[in-house]
């Protein structure tokens, strides 16, 4: 067990909560910081096991923060901008992610004292803005042009399509700035493919529109993308990935895919025959199974990650939401 204290930005959000839970149950020390005082007390709630070893620090404007008078040894990054519901006319709200993220670490690095910086990125950060090309493996072109058009149709696959850049965009600047800057920290980019399991935050129904537990939710009832691939991973998974990267074995630091164990619509069918019989949906268990490979190697063997059974992440989805519904 560990009492090292370490900083956390983004507890107010799906990831970063489990990541501060994940970081206090492995005896961590928490700082964290929150925008609004108002956050404090619902973060106080949610863990109030753990009073005697969790600060807040109110930062209403996150580049400002390593500019306070705190000392740590290790920062993550969970979240510093959240793309939802963005259009093609407001795109200029997408980049400022590479500003915030240059700021802290720049300011990381003139503390000194920072021996690690762990960044929530995405897998979409690790694969080009227009898809990976055919036949090719290796050599990928990760530059986004912020003066292109990204209007991909509708709002939502225009605010999806800002996202990724946005993470992309930021992902290349912290790496570029670990290669020129040279700070004495050690860098980790965690990159998730689409993060599933229960919320910690999360109160209401109303509190699943725009969230990634809401795409998987719906589309089970809906069937919505019922002919589209699985790329998850359990939030659980995420979080434990990146405290791992604190463990004094963890020396150098590097970019980590995170993706649980592929599973098909198929799968999520036979789940809700065994377990929620009667619950309407409009899968359809013959239809074509369809994976996505992800090679997680590296996470596997550096962190020693054991992925979650993907019939749990299912259910503790199904369980949060449904219970909204009775």
Known sequence: MSSKLIFITGATGFIGAATANAALKAGYRLRVSVRKDSQISKLKGIFSEYADKIEFVIVPDITALMRSPMFWTVLIISSIWQARSLDQSRKRRCFPLLEGTLSILRSAKEMGSIKKVVITSSSLALEPLDGVPEGEENGWDLSVNTDDNFDAGNDMFTSFKLYAASKLIANNGSWEFREKEKPSFELFTIHPSLVYGHNLIQQSAKELEGSSNGLLFGSIISGTFKNAALFSVYVGDVADAHIKCLDDSVAKGTKYLVSGTPYTWKDIVEILEKDYPGL?????????????????????RDLGIKWTAPEKMIKEVLDQQLAYFK
């Open 280 to 300: 309407p949906h409009k899968l359809d268990k013959e239809s074509k199974p369809v994976l996505k490979d992800a090679d997680t190697a590296r996470v596997e």
